[in-house]
């Protein structure tokens, strides 16, 4: 904010910056996810691999969970005052 980004560019970037970690961290759980019930669907029985509707669920909750825990600490982060910042340093 002290080079002039406004505090919607703050918001934006530390929002970013943490969704950047949960896409990764969703997309190798989704793997890992389909490679394992692959595995799983020939040792248990009743097990069903296409069964996506738990996996959309769970996913849809982390994605709502990890957005309030990135939206509390970047609208945080933009009403800290620029000067108080630097002086901290």
């Known amino acids: ?3 002039g980004a406004t505090r919607a560019d703050i918001v934006a970037l530390v929002f970013r910056c943490g969704f950047t970690v ?4 969703l997309a190798l759980g989704l793997l890992g ?3 394992s019930t692959r595995l799983l669907a020939v ?5 069903e691999p296409n069964d996506w509707a738990p996996v959309a669920f769970a996913s849809l909750v ?25 002086r901290s340093e």
């Open 33 to 35: 996810a389909q490679i």
């Open 43 to 47: 040792t248990y029985y009743g097990l």
């Open 62 to 86: 982390l994605v709502t969970v990890a957005a309030a825990a990135t939206l509390i600490p970047a609208l945080r982060a933009a009403r800290v005052d620029p000067i108080v910042a630097l």
């Open 1 to 3: 904010m002290a080079l």
């Open 22 to 25: 949960v896409a990764s961290g």
